[in-house]
């Protein structure tokens, strides 16, 4: 498998303008996460999705911060407007439902999107 | 509620020398605990994990991480350190069935003198 695929890499954006960061979590996980990673506050968790659903968005900073998953394939996380505050390496990871034991439910991180907003 | 605590910000060790990292962390119910490694511009990867079972567990690359419940401790070992474990360390907490909300700690760190 190719892991949890995030695309783009980097981005350099201008203040006030629209991000979209897009996420292919593993085939077969059912579980897809947002966080995000800063200096001063380390890795938060944004929002994080079930079968598509959303299930807890309560890490979502601002009303400026949205995530949609339209299908079990992709993600993605906009933030319209964007700030400089909002400058960070935002990751997606992904898992399955299952128990402990197993490992199923282990999350496994793509390699993060830098954000940069001038 | 859940949090994690890394003490050491940042550490350094001589290549072959051993290493431990600290991690304590504070939940109301069993804890299930992670260490995971990231490089420069790479992702988290996963070296360990505890849920339940024998208190020391073993990990990729030559880790090991000790669950101490009386002092709410996990922390990361490694006997001789090489220089590819550059990296930073990430400890985090979630819950038992399932880690669908983990919490992470700040990071440590780890510079490794030739």
């Known amino acids: 498998d190719a892991g949890v695929i995030q695309s783009p890499r980097h981005e350099v954006t201008e203040m006030g303008q629209e991000v979209t960061l897009r996420c292919k979590p593993i085939?077969?996980?059912?579980?897809l996460f947002w966080y995000r990673q800063t200096m001063m506050r380390g890795l938060e968790l944004l929002i994080y999705?079930?079968?598509?659903?959303?299930?807890?968005d309560s890490g979502m900073p601002e009303d400026r911060f949205s995530a949609k998953m339209p299908n079990a394939s992709f993600s993605t996380l906009k933030i319209q407007p964007s700030e400089p505050r909002d400058s960070a390496v935002y990751f997606c990871?992904?898992?399955?439902?299952?128990?402990?034991?197993?490992?199923?439910?282990?999350?496994?991180f793509g390699p993060g999107t830098r954000l940069t907003v001038l | 509620a859940q949090s994690v605590t890394q003490p050491d910000i940042h550490i350094t060790v001589s290549e072959g020398a051993s290493l431990e990292l600290r991690c304590n962390y504070s939940?109301?119910?069993?804890?299930?605990l992670f260490w995971y490694v990231q490089s420069p511009g790479q992702g988290l990867q996963l070296l360990l994990k505890y849920f339940s079972g024998d208190t020391l567990v073993q990990g990729i690359k030559g880790f090991e991480a000790e669950f101490k419940r009386s002092q709410s401790s996990f922390n990361l070992r490694k006997p001789s350190v090489h220089w590819s474990d550059a990296a930073e360390y990430f400890c985090?907490?979630?819950?038992?069935?399932?880690?669908?909300?983990?919490?992470f700690g700040q990071g440590t760190r780890l510079t490794i003198n030739p």
């Open positions: 999705f079930n079968n598509n659903v959303p299930i807890d």
């Open positions: 939940y109301g119910a069993t804890p299930y």
């Open positions: 085939s077969g996980h059912d579980y």
């Open positions: 990871a992904s898992s399955s439902l299952g128990l402990a034991e197993t490992g199923s439910d282990t999350q496994y």
């Open positions: 985090a907490v979630g819950h038992l069935q399932g880690a669908q909300k983990l919490v």
